[in-house]
């Protein structure tokens, strides 16, 4: 089993957000944010049920995040307003693969009323510089729906490059919907 990723115990501090791992003791942070972006999430998410947003799921989900988490095949991240100290979104890095592949896919969220002031951006930044320079992966993979421009515009500013456009690549909101193909590969590999 591959060892856990050496995520810093405390978190990573930007300017304005902290980044740490999620953990069963945010359960109550994530009920609270899932009631008030749910319908926000829903145009780029899989269609959730009504129990997706239910405590007892909410914990699952933490508990098998924790479990990959130590397994080294994900890293899942809670993005919180370091002034306020309140959960604005998540990022996660999934499906990492070691050997010669040495990449992962990159997934995102931030809450309604934080979007516009390039609060992504900045943990993303900060996320992606951790995954490459401290895990050493070599290929980092996000993928968006073409009608999101705001994820199109993140990805670029970010220096991901379009790779291509899937075909009814993922089900989101009930129905298979196509993907701009992008990847950021690690500058110290170019």
Not at 37 to 49: D, F, I, T, V, Y
Not at 129 to 153: D, I
Not at 175 to 187: E, F, G, K, M, Y
Request: proline share 7%; with cysteine; hydrophobic share 45%.
């Amino acid at each position: 089993m591959p060892p856990a990723l050496p995520f810093p115990p405390e978190g990573i501090v930007t300017a304005r957000v902290v980044l740490r791992t999620a953990s069963p003791a945010d359960s109550e942070t994530l009920l609270a944010y899932y009631a008030a972006n749910s319908a926000h999430l829903k145009p780029w998410e899989p269609a959730r049920p009504p129990h997706f947003y239910e405590r007892q799921s909410i914990e699952a989900r933490l508990a098998l995040m924790t479990e990959q988490m130590a397994a080294g095949n994900a890293l899942h991240v809670l993005l919180f307003e370091r002034s306020e100290g309140e959960l604005i979104g998540d990022c996660n890095f999934t499906n990492i693969v070691r050997g010669p592949f040495q990449a992962c896919h990159l997934g995102y969220a931030l809450g309604a009323r934080f979007e516009g002031r390039g609060l992504m951006h900045e943990a993303l930044s900060a996320a992606i510089a951790f995954m490459f320079e401290t895990v050493g992966l070599h290929r980092v993979m996000a993928n968006y729906r073409p009608e999101n421009q705001r994820s199109a515009r993140l990805l670029e500013k970010l220096g991901f490059e379009r790779e291509g456009l899937a075909r009814a690549y993922l089900k989101i909101d009930g129905a298979w919907a196509d993907h701009v193909l992008t990847s950021l590969i690690n500058p110290a590999d170019r």
